[in-house]
């Protein structure tokens, strides 16, 4: 069996959240399988937990408390992890963003942080993560400020890719979708350094099956690829491993409708997306012909 990664406490709240439940496990000599199944979760999940690259739920953290007998000493602990606007395991990405020369991304699920709408971005912090109760605005507020290196002076290359799933997913309402779809729509017709294409269903399974994919192209260093899904990330910095998910990129690329096609797509999603209560789009057009065919018979009697 190989040895237990070694973990250094002083990198982060959750590294030392992780150290410190590595310690407690391994006094109560409970291997990670046996202490996942007294929670009940997967043990893959403790040892992301210990790894400080994924932060429990609050459910989790008590149970893990209790069962280790910490005393309340590791929810103490988990109450300041969850407390931080940004979780440690986004923060060096974070710090790396601003700093790209070109931000390619993917999404699978929802809009990209830096693409959001104020109400879009709030709704789905609230659905995504239930327990973030007071949180709520240091994590909007921080989401947010993170869009202004798009209109900056010498802002990134940013090439957005998003499935069509995030076109159709109702977060937070029509009225919000109709408002983050129109906002898809205004921010890459009037920024030129801002590419948006929709890999629709049609197009079967897309290289990336999961998540978000972002690949950050530098000028003075090496890429990197972050990989991200709701509670947790990784920043990859190895260079074979980068290379793969680049190329993942660019088949995106090629399955991905062009701009044109992907903006067609999106104002026919905000039609779906429309209140019940009003016409169609084609509704209103039927009304239109009929309002035209009434004025051009009009004209022809007043003629005679």
Not at 77 to 101: G, N, S
Request: aromatic share 4%; net charge positive; glycine share 6%.
């Amino acid at each position: 069996m190989p040895a237990p990664k070694e973990l250094d406490p002083t990198q982060s709240l959750s590294a030392l959240f992780g150290a410190k439940l590595r310690k407690l496990r391994t006094h109560a000599e409970l291997t990670q399988r046996q202490l996942g199944d007294k929670v009940p979760i997967a043990h893959s999940m403790i040892a992301r937990y210990e790894l400080g690259t994924e932060t429990p739920t609050q459910q989790v953290a008590e149970a893990l408390d209790r069962l280790l007998g910490a005393d309340g000493d590791l929810v103490d602990l988990w109450l300041h992890v969850v407390r931080t606007p940004i979780p440690d395991w986004a923060r060096k990405y974070v710090h790396l963003e601003p700093q790209a020369q070109k931000v390619q991304k993917y999404v699978a699920h929802t809009v990209p942080g830096l693409l959001q709408t104020p109400a879009y971005a709030r709704a789905l912090l609230s659905d995504a993560v239930p327990s973030v109760g007071t949180r709520l605005e240091g994590l909007l507020t921080a989401r947010l400020a993170r869009q202004q290196i798009l209109r900056r002076e010498e802002p990134p290359v940013l090439w957005v890719i998003v499935d069509e799933a995030v076109l159709r997913r109702p977060v937070g309402g029509s009225a919000v979708m109709r408002e983050q779809l129109g906002h898809l729509l205004s921010v890459s017709r009037s920024l030129a350094n801002v590419t948006l294409q929709v890999l629709p269903f049609d197009r079967g399974a897309p290289a990336v099956m999961s998540g978000a994919l972002t690949v950050l192209s530098f000028l003075d260093r090496q890429p990197v690829v972050y990989l991200e899904n709701s509670h947790s990330g990784e920043l990859v910095e190895q260079a074979g491993r980068v290379s793969e998910y680049a190329l993942a990129f660019d088949h995106l690329l090629a399955q991905a409708l062009c701009p044109e096609a992907s903006a067609r797509l999106i104002r026919s999603a905000m039609e779906d997306h429309r209140d019940p209560r009003l016409p169609s789009r084609p509704q209103r057009r039927r009304v239109a012909q009929v309002q035209s065919q009434q004025r051009a018979g009009r004209r022809l009697r007043r003629g005679r």
